[in-house]
């Protein structure tokens, strides 16, 4: 059975830091993303990276300030926020696909139950 267990997320003051992770079990993935959805908002995506070679893509509104990473052993994916900003306040959720992914939820085969991130102003 394949879960996506999400952490680390919570209340932070605009400009603070805060690190996402996510453990992967039961299967070995292709790439594996996060994505956020604001209050009345649709699902976006925010970052992506590759299972071997450690490709990463960013949506350009993150770019400078998030990272996304893994720790192949670990089986884990982490997003590190710095210079947080209002705007980054969602809920993240943590994908993950068998095959190959793009920026599409759609795109995905599994995904975590998402955890909050709140920036205060």
């Known amino acids: 059975q394949v879960q996506l267990v999400e952490s680390g997320g919570g209340l932070v003051q605009a400009g603070g830091s805060l690190r996402l992770s996510c453990a992967a079990s039961?299967?070995?993935?292709?790439?594996m993303g996060w994505f956020r959805q604001a209050p009345g908002k649709e699902r976006e995506f925010v970052a992506r990276?590759?299972?071997?070679?450690?490709?990463?893509v960013y949506t350009d509104s993150v770019k400078g300030r998030f990272t996304i990473s893994r720790d192949n052993a670990k089986n884990t994916v982490s997003l590190q926020m710095d210079s947080q900003k209002p705007e980054d306040t969602a809920v993240y959720y943590c994908?993950?696909?068998?095959?190959?992914?793009?920026?599409?939820?759609?795109?995905?085969?599994?995904w975590g139950q998402g955890t909050q991130v709140t920036v205060s102003s």
């Open positions: 994908a993950a696909a068998r095959y190959g992914a793009t920026a599409s939820a759609a795109s995905y085969d599994y």
């Open positions: 990276i590759t299972w071997t070679g450690g490709i990463t």
């Open positions: 039961g299967r070995t993935f292709s790439r």
